[in-house]
């Protein structure tokens, strides 16, 4: 899946809103912070919705790191 294809299927929902950085995971996962949200949005590499976290704990995220 493409960014284009992850923000026209999830933008304006209650998983994402503004969308700010994207990382990917050792599985393939997407991890996309939402800036508006404040959460952490998962999906997978097709881009089937996972979860989210993080929402109470951020603060107008930006970026995100995933380290190996």
Known sequence: ???ATVQA???NTAYLNTPGGIA???N??????DRIYNHVVEITNTGTFVGTFG???LSTP???L???
């Open 62 to 64: 930006e970026y995100i």
């Open 9 to 11: 299927t999830y933008s």
């Open 28 to 33: 393939g996962n997407l991890l996309i912070v």
């Open 1 to 3: 899946t493409n960014l």
């Open 55 to 57: 929402a109470g704990y």
């Open 24 to 26: 990917e995971r050792a």
């Open 66 to 68: 995933v380290i190996p």
